[in-house]
């Protein structure tokens, strides 16, 4: 269902009445197109609130990452200039003083940034072992939330945390997908990097014929297989992963074969009619792959069946646990059993919600099942990749406008739509866009993360 606020807010006596009254008006956000597939509106300011932590070294390998996205990089504002975004790198702030450069570096250009601009800001993980470096470190995070939150003009503001043994350029798929149009509606997000994962030689993916160094195409001579694949977020993740070069194995239900054919058919994928809740689904997707085996598996498939816990029959209970959950950890410990993902360029990617963050009111099952998806990502992720050189992270949904908001009241669904940062609702390929930055071979140091696909909502925030 079409956002007919958006579209009026944006007409000429909308934007009138919306100043004259305080209203939001949301700005149309720019996302990826073919026609439009970098950030518009200047280069790229790289700034430097204190010496980095790594030194030269390190300024010089993340001004490289940077220029890697294509966007013209600069280091310091000329008078009047417009820039698509900022990056600013905080690695070195260790003191309350070294905050006061961050103020000092990014006060002046704020008014500078294009509409649907970036800011990133680059930091390191709070020592454990100094109080006052932690202590510094976090305060970043609530800066970028809170940055996100008054930007405005569909802008976006994250943090993205080097661990100790990570340098710049192991945030590169990290910075390439943030300083796209790609991460529309991803905002006042935290994202760790860690290093590169320690996966014996023998045990790497061949080179060659399946990898064609083209950051258009980086799931070329890939397998992905999507569960929920026949509409929605699911049918967007498999026509994402596919424009990206993926073989996508498409899975839903037997009711929904029509659908998941279509699904397929569109993206050259393979149709695959499977209840993901039967006991053998494991060994039926495991038999379904080809030889090489998975390298991305995309838990999507997921139910609602709303009640408050009062007048929650069992059955309802247990069904959203056993689609949403259960399913999850059965499928996934199958074919990590069977050494289906591939080592290397196996990614794991769950399908969580903010309701599994903040809670809602009718949804005990769904926010529990959702919460669990959360548990299940943070304590296999670093066994995952120290045992089969993997990597495990979820996404979580805010509002997305899909069939099934469309169903909901109205002003609750006005609600649902003006409750972020961004006044208005997400689409399914914002989801697919994240759910790829993950799934990227690149993306190796991006593991046992949770990343909201929100447009910041208020809720959980």
């Known amino acids: 269902m079409a956002d007919r606020y958006l579209h009026w807010t944006n007409t000429r006596p909308g934007r009138l009445l919306t100043r004259t009254l305080g209203l939001p008006r949301p700005v ?4 990826w197109s073919p026609q439009r597939p970098r950030l518009e509106g200047g280069p790229v300011l790289h700034l430097t609130p204190v010496p980095p932590r790594g030194g030269a070294q390190q300024t010089k390998e993340l001004a490289g990452t940077v220029e ?4 013209p990089v600069v280091t310091e ?9 900022a990056v600013v790198d905080a690695t070195g702030i260790q003191t309350v003083a070294g905050l006061r450069g961050l103020h000092e570096c990014l006060h002046p250009v704020m008014r ?30 609530g800066f970028v939330r809170s940055l996100g939150k008054e930007t405005g003009g ?12 990570a340098a710049p350029a192991h945030a590169a798929s990290t910075l390439r997908f943030l300083l796209s149009p790609k991460s529309a509606y991803v905002s006042g997000q935290v994202v760790e990097i860690g290093g590169a994962p320690a ?28 569960t929920g694949c026949a509409r929605g977020i699911g049918e967007s993740v498999a026509a994402t992963l596919a424009r990206d070069g993926a073989h996508v194995l498409c899975l839903d239900v037997p009711q929904a074969e029509d659908d998941l054919h279509r699904v397929a058919e569109a993206t050259g994928g393979t149709a695959l009619p499977l209840d993901i809740t039967a006991a053998d689904a494991g060994a039926r997707i495991a ?27 069992a059955e ?68 995952a990749a120290a045992e089969h050189g993997i990597t495990v992270n979820a996404v979580a949904p805010g509002f997305i406008e899909t069939k099934m908001t469309a169903a909901v009241p109205f002003f609750i669904r006005e609600a649902g739509r003006r409750m972020s940062s961004h006044s208005q609702g997400g689409l399914p390929v914002d989801v697919a866009e994240t759910t790829a930055w993950l799934a990227d071979p690149a993306s190796y140091a991006v593991n046992g993360q949770v990343v909201r696909v929100c447009g910041q909502s208020l809720l959980g925030a």
């Open 68 to 71: 890697a996205t294509g966007l």
């Open 199 to 226: 996966v014996p030689a023998e045990d790497l993916p061949p080179t060659g014929s399946d990898a064609t160094g083209d950051p258009a195409r980086p799931l070329h001579g890939r397998t992905a297989l999507v």
């Open 112 to 141: 500078s940034f294009a509409e649907c601009g970036r800011i990133v800001v680059l930091g390191a993980s709070p020592d454990p072992d100094d109080h006052r470096q932690a202590a510094a470190q976090q305060a970043l995070e």
């Open 287 to 313: 038999a379904a792959l080809p030889s090489g085996g998975l390298d991305v598996l995309v838990h999507n498939a997921g139910i609602t069946r709303d009640r408050r816990l009062a007048n929650m029959s």
């Open 316 to 383: 309802r209970w247990a069904s959203v646990l056993e689609v949403n959950l259960d399913s999850v950890l059965r499928t996934t410990d199958h074919l990590l059993a069977e050494r289906a993902l591939r080592p290397g360029t196996g990614r794991v990617v769950a399908t969580a919600s903010i309701a599994g963050i903040a809670g809602n009111v009718g949804q005990t099952n769904y926010a529990a099942s959702k919460a669990g998806v959360i548990g299940f990502v943070r304590s296999l992720a670093p066994r």
């Open 77 to 85: 504002a000329e008078p009047g200039a417009r820039h698509a975004a």
């Open 28 to 31: 149309p956000l720019h996302r």
């Open 154 to 165: 569909g802008r976006t503001a994250q943090l993205v945390r080097l661990a100790p043994e």
